[in-house]
């Protein structure tokens, strides 16, 4: 693990920079700032309330005082370098930094960042790709002593990331000895291990949990497994269900954004109610390992007041039957006491 | 696609050979041999009642006549390369023939296979490498004008691969232009074409097969989807689920086999109901594209005599308040009708 970044995300912070986003605000290492060329002069606090303050910066060279890595918090559609980020890249190297990716291009691939690692004697650490070895899950994370919490939602980018993190937080807080299982690459680089679950072999989505859940589940109380996507998703379901039957959880926490109505990018695919939701995870996880859902975090960030949210909440748990917060502006205590 | 092939199933023919069997049973082409040095002039026909028959030989230089190709039809554990099949592969490449193997290992990485295929310039095909350029689902299987049936099962090796070549070749003799979409290896070394699911990144899963139905949708009246898995496989249910959103099938077909109590190979996990597995898909395909459980095809292999495999059938046909049959025992006339 880092002690001190910079973030790259240029021209996308703060709307569109989701992954620097969830490291501004989760990571234990500091973040000395965030470069953005769109932004220099502003600070993080501008946008993002409520987490540490950095600049933004124009480029690396502007960075105040040493950092150990440069982290890519950014994602161009479809998971490309973007030539225009070279500069910077490059130039962290030199400075004898680690650069940390989680795009679908490696970096320790690319011939120029390869040689120069090689030169400073620095890692490329590319977080989307999977290690080697991964296998079939042999349907044993539940031998585990700790209780095992998955975060399911009703769609992609609804707050299961954010909803883990906050739940492992406020459960810390509240002295249980507690542990995110990151399956994705924000939570991959906030926590500094973990598998992106959506790059492995279809045949070893459940297995990839499994060990992550076997690695830590004996040294912890309690593990919180970061979902993916939704179980009907017509595109990522497999990589949900694969989660659902590897992590083999105790207990469900089901994630969803207030007011989304179809399936991100598939607008003509409406979101069943909530209440099925419920249903679909718990009949399909039963036959492998019965679980069900405890409580529900509203994604309210849309939502104008917290008067609105509160009603929102309601009408959420309402709907799954369970306890609901929105963890990021309510707190998360409420999480703790469902799963416990 | 070969016109007469030679098949390797040395140690394993004929009750630990699934794909063997499966392309000594469906595919177009001619067998001219099988491969198992444990026994010598037998017969295929001995083994396998109503397939073409073909004699079984102790190596490569025994098979009668010109081959095009040696076809590897068994798998070790781990699907590794056993080395004491060297001398046949090196033979048959010697020989002029293309090799064909869904082993995870690839022929074409190893530096010998490789290097005489180069020389004598034959194709080593590892149907198990799926293609590159591979991506995410757009959820528009729905678009095609064949009517799409997937077969779904209860369990892995219950008869999904079979049931989807029995389907097909009935439909065909009952004047209906169907095409099977295989998404295992057997079935891909059977059709010539397909993508092997269970080895895309997880992400793709549904991706995969959707592109299959949009490549073959448009020229044919029925696809037939091979599926994988089961939707509450402790290991694999991520495939199943994949391929049931990518495929939006109009029409499943429930496959069982008779007896089969537990998940094979996770002897502590009993199946559900076999009813409880038509709500299961159904409910979970629903959001995506509606679908529904219209017939069910039951393994009786292992069940002695027509009449106790006849009550066998009827008994799961009332557990899934659906038409079934045995398709290998008593034809697939019934399932083209069901599917109809």
Redesign the interface.
Known sequence: MPDRVAVLAHGKFPDRSKTANGIVRYADYEVAAVLDRDRPGERVADHLPGVPDAPVVESFADVPGDVDALVIGIAPIGGGFDESWRPDVRAAIEAGCDVVSGLHYFLSDDAEFARLADEHGVDLRDVRRPRDGLT????RADEVSADVVLTVGTDCSVGKMTATMELVAAAREAGVDACAVPTGQTGIMVEGWGTP???????????AVEEMILEKGDDHDLLVVEGQGS????????????I???AMPDALVLCHAAGREA?HG?E?????PVG?YV??YE??A???HGTEVVAGALNTADVAGDDAARDAVGAFADGIDAPATDPVRFGAADLVEAVR
């Open positions: 079939v899950a042999r349907g679950v959506d790059r492995v072999v279809s045949d070893f989505t459940a297995g179980v009907v998703h017509p595109a990522y379901s497999a990589v949900t269900c694969g659902l039957h590897g399936v598939y003509d695919t409406p979101l069943p099925e249903d679909l009949s399909l039963a036959p492998v």
